[in-house]
């Protein structure tokens, strides 16, 4: 099943770096998009602030705007360059890795992603989080955004199974399946809560937010 991941993975990855100058479409286009950005205001940003898979940075200037430090990673250099001219402050860094497979050299207050929970395979929820509760300082929490059930109806080729894929294709007519995982706000609450999190998850309009604390000592 990894090796299956990986490949699927590799296609992901390979997707987003493609897509990189069409990915801002969506928050141009899209009404609800634009108001979920507002979102961040009332959600518990603070202090030194993590964002995994951080695009091209369309949430960055957010988090920003509330945090003592950001530092956001990506695995794709494409849309990197697009995030770092999107928010040129100097209290945000920005780094490139693979996120299954880079380690941090510190802790964090806040660790966020948006639109990232839905790309890990659920064969690897368990140790995505186990990694994700090594990376927080104490007292530190993790801030989630992402797509609802209700999101499968606007996909193509949905498939179900151990690794859950929906078809994208792009403006040249290149097609890639990348691992989506529309995660109902019950399932997932259970799922986090059965290793070990304290978790509050709720559905705004088609998508979930979520707010995770860790256990106490990482599983």
Known sequence: MRSDDDALLAEQLAYYRAAAAEYDRPYAELEELQRLLTVVDDLPVSGDVLELACGTGQWTPELAARARSVTAVDAAAEVLAIARARTPFPHVQFLQADLFEW?????????????????????????????????????????????????????????????PTVLRQLDDGSRYRIVKVFHDVRTLADDLSALGWTVRVRALGGNIIGIAEPPASPA
């Open 103 to 163: 380690q941090p050299s510190r802790r964090y207050d806040t660790v966020f992603f948006a639109f990232w929970l839905s790309h890990v395979p659920p064969t690897r929820l368990s140790d995505f989080w186990n990694t994700i509760a090594a990376m927080l300082a104490p007292g530190g929490k993790v801030i989630f955004i992402d797509d609802g059930p209700a999101a499968a109806a606007s996909e193509e080729g949905v498939t179900d199974g151990p690794v």
